[in-house]
């Protein structure tokens, strides 16, 4: 359903409205996260860069079964220092465009605001990362892949990189050490020079820098060694992308679909982008609709089955599960994840709910919490990056409060 909700719309300001828009609302590959154009994009990712189908497969769709809905705008949201909000206003904070929200397999909440529909395909950025790391870990299971083994075993190209000698486990945990510039990497901030060379942002006209991801790889420099603390790179999932493709021989739209797309039961197909190379951009390259997003959810939250089957094998799955290693996180993961843990592309909290999470820029969140038995699939718009994670983890945890009081 559409929400009244006080979200800017790019529609309503103007923003690629006509045939052509104004020269000052138009959005281009140079200005697309400029604030201002920012919601544009991320709901248009398709129409900025190259990209290829992530296909849904011929099976029918799956259903998302109603359920008794939650009256969640109106909820309070204890932000944990003395102020009480509606959780509307948490949406409004966390620059929400959607969210759907399912309860023991049924959906209790579903909204969408500004320009955002049922049928509006959003960028997903770094969930992509957990759709790889449940990949890699299939292929872990089968037999394909040896977590302790060098990822140069699989990518000769790799032998005289840094990147080469992390092991599979070490790339999926984000525990491998190497860089791509001098400037050091901020943690909640866009590394510039890396999504340059892939050709997501704009590049100085004298750029003689790598093109594409498989020479960014190549051309990274040592940094320590691996197997130490936490530390969240878009290099290591790129490099299990670079592994995925050549153990398949598949692309990763290909791979993704006969995987895992193909028996969610999906509504729409997927897309991923494409770097300045022809590569799939395997660390935040895809987009969905959001029943889509939700329908991944579920199968997450059961153990790697859903619409019938079993996706992700059941030993993978609690092979994930077990979280990561939490002295390793440390504080790596930032004062927001404090107690946390990474395991496989995903995010772990210990908490309560024994919860966890897919987290992409701008406020992308795939949240399930078994021990409440929820989903939580939200899109979102916040330049903020990580600022407002406590009170979006916040937002979380009351929803799943609110349905575990609701049944108890």
Same mark, same amino acid.
């Given at each position: 359903?559409?929400?009244?909700?006080?979200?800017?719309? #790019?529609?309503?300001?103007?923003?690629?409205?006509?045939?052509?828009?104004?020269?000052?609302?138009?959005?281009?590959?140079?200005?697309?996260?400029?604030?201002?154009?920012?919601?544009?994009?991320?709901?248009?990712?398709?129409?900025?860069?190259?990209?290829? $189908?992530?296909?849904?497969?011929?099976?029918?769709?799956?259903?998302?079964?109603?359920?008794?809905?939650?009256?969640?705008?109106?909820?309070?949201?204890?932000?944990?220092?003395?102020?009480?909000?509606?959780?509307?206003?948490?949406?409004?904070?966390?620059?929400?465009?959607?969210?759907?929200?399912?309860?023991?397999?049924?959906?209790?909440?579903?909204?969408?605001?500004?320009?955002?529909?049922?049928?509006?395909?959003?960028?997903?950025?770094?969930?992509?990362?957990?759709?790889?790391?449940?990949?890699?870990?299939?292929?872990?299971?089968?037999?394909?892949?040896?977590?302790?083994?060098?990822?140069?075993?699989?990518?000769?190209?790799?032998?005289?990189?840094?990147?080469?000698?992390?092991?599979?486990?070490?790339?999926?945990?984000?525990?491998?050490?190497?860089?791509?510039?001098?400037?050091?990497?901020?943690?909640?901030?866009?590394?510039?020079?890396?999504?340059?060379?892939?050709?997501? *942002? #704009?590049?100085?006209?004298?750029?003689?820098?790598?093109?594409?991801?498989?020479?960014?790889?190549?051309?990274?420099?040592?940094?320590?060694?691996?197997?130490?603390?936490?530390?969240?790179?878009?290099?290591?999932?790129?490099?299990?992308?670079?592994?995925?493709?050549?153990?398949?021989?598949?692309?990763?739209?290909?791979?993704?679909?006969?995987?895992?797309?193909?028996?969610?039961?999906?509504?729409?197909?997927?897309?991923?982008?494409?770097?300045?190379?022809?590569?799939?951009?395997?660390?935040?390259?895809?987009?969905?609709?959001?029943?889509?997003?939700? $329908?991944?959810?579920?199968?997450?939250?059961?153990?790697?089955?859903?619409?019938?089957?079993? *996706?992700? #094998?059941?030993?993978?799955?609690?092979? *994930? $599960?077990?979280?990561?290693?939490?002295?390793?996180?440390?504080?790596?993961?930032?004062?927001?994840?404090?107690?946390?843990?990474?395991?496989?592309?995903?995010?772990?909290?210990?908490? $309560?709910?024994?919860?966890?999470?897919?987290?992409?820029?701008?406020?992308?969140?795939?949240?399930?919490?078994?021990?409440?038995?929820?989903?939580?699939?939200?899109?979102?718009?916040?330049?903020?990056?990580?600022?407002?994670?406590?009170?979006?983890?916040?937002?979380?945890?009351?929803?799943?409060?609110?349905?575990?009081?609701?049944?108890?």
């Amino acid at each position: 359903m559409q929400i009244d909700n006080p979200k800017i719309s #790019p529609k309503s300001q103007g923003i690629m409205v006509g045939f052509p828009p104004p020269a000052d609302k138009r959005v281009t590959t140079s200005n697309c996260y400029q604030p201002e154009n920012m919601g544009w994009g991320i709901q248009n990712p398709s129409r900025l860069f190259p990209s290829a $189908r992530i296909s849904r497969g011929i099976e029918p769709i799956s259903p998302l079964p109603w359920g008794d809905m939650l009256a969640l705008e109106s909820l309070p949201v204890d932000t944990g220092d003395g102020q009480t909000l509606s959780m509307q206003e948490v949406l409004c904070r966390t620059g929400v465009d959607a969210m759907l929200v399912m309860h023991r397999g049924k959906v209790v909440y579903e909204a969408y605001f500004g320009d955002m529909d049922a049928s509006t395909v959003h960028s997903m950025y770094s969930c992509t990362k957990s759709v790889v790391g449940l990949l890699a870990e299939t292929l872990i299971h089968d037999g394909m892949l040896d977590e302790t083994k060098p990822a140069s075993a699989y990518v000769p190209e790799l032998r005289m990189s840094p990147v080469g000698s992390a092991t599979l486990r070490e790339l999926q945990d984000m525990r491998a050490s190497f860089m791509f510039s001098d400037k050091p990497k901020v943690p909640g901030q866009v590394q510039v020079d890396y999504i340059m060379g892939l050709g997501f *942002i #704009p590049r100085p006209s004298d750029y003689t820098g790598p093109n594409g991801v498989y020479e960014l790889l190549s051309a990274a420099r040592p940094m320590g060694e691996h197997g130490g603390s936490f530390r969240y790179d878009n290099g290591s999932t790129d490099a299990l992308g670079w592994i995925l493709r050549k153990t398949t021989g598949q692309s990763l739209d290909a791979l993704i679909s006969s995987l895992i797309w193909s028996h969610l039961g999906a509504e729409r197909d997927a897309s991923i982008s494409i770097d300045a190379g022809g590569t799939e951009w395997a660390a935040a390259g895809m987009s969905a609709i959001l029943r889509d997003f939700a $329908r991944l959810g579920e199968t997450l939250r059961c153990f790697g089955a859903f619409n019938g089957r079993q *996706i992700l #094998p059941e030993a993978a799955y609690r092979s *994930i $599960r077990q979280g990561g290693d939490r002295e390793a996180f440390g504080d790596g993961g930032g004062s927001n994840t404090a107690g946390g843990s990474y395991r496989s592309q995903l995010w772990f909290y210990h908490d $309560r709910h024994d919860s966890f999470a897919c987290r992409g820029q701008y406020g992308q969140r795939l949240w399930i919490a078994p021990n409440a038995e929820t989903v939580v699939a939200q899109f979102a718009v916040d330049p903020t990056l990580s600022a407002m994670e406590p009170l979006r983890l916040a937002g979380f945890q009351t929803i799943a409060d609110a349905l575990l009081e609701r049944v108890s």
